[in-house]
């Protein structure tokens, strides 16, 4: 197999595209990252380097949410599935965890507007 100089460029192209791609999707703003959790009435808001568990309280009881070492993990839930005990741990902004049955939304991103959520800010379904 030999490699021609159409075969060099379109591989740059390639990996000029990938390399840019991924400055684009993991480097920051500039801004620092925050921590969001959201509860069925309550919103917190944390940076992400902060060193935190919080109780998020649910329909079903208590949601525990670990910040640590700029990563955020639902260590607890009363849920039946434990999927978002499962998910294990998110660092990078547009990352979320979400605990359906207990209504509990944690995500990572620049603020509020980062959080996704409905018309009505209802947690009704998710998709992996």
Known sequence: MVFKPFDFGAL???????VLSAVF????KGS???VIIKGP???WLFP??????IS?????????????DKQVRVKASPC??????????????GQWIACLPNKVLVSIGEGE????????????????
């Not at 039946?80 to 902004?93: L, P, S």
């Open 32 to 34: 620092q990252q925050r």
């Open 25 to 28: 999707i993991y480097a920051g």
């Open 80 to 93: 039946d599935n434990q999927t978002c005990v499962a998910a294990g741990a998110i660092q990078f902004r």
């Open 113 to 128: 507007q980062d959080t996704p959520s409905g018309t009505d800010d209802e947690l009704d379904g998710a998709v992996w």
């Open 12 to 18: 740059g192209a390639v990996l000029s595209v990938t």
């Open 41 to 43: 009435k309550d919103q």
């Open 48 to 53: 992400q380097d902060a060193v935190e568990i």
């Open 56 to 68: 998020v309280p649910g329909p079903l009881g208590d949601t525990l949410v670990a910040i640590q």
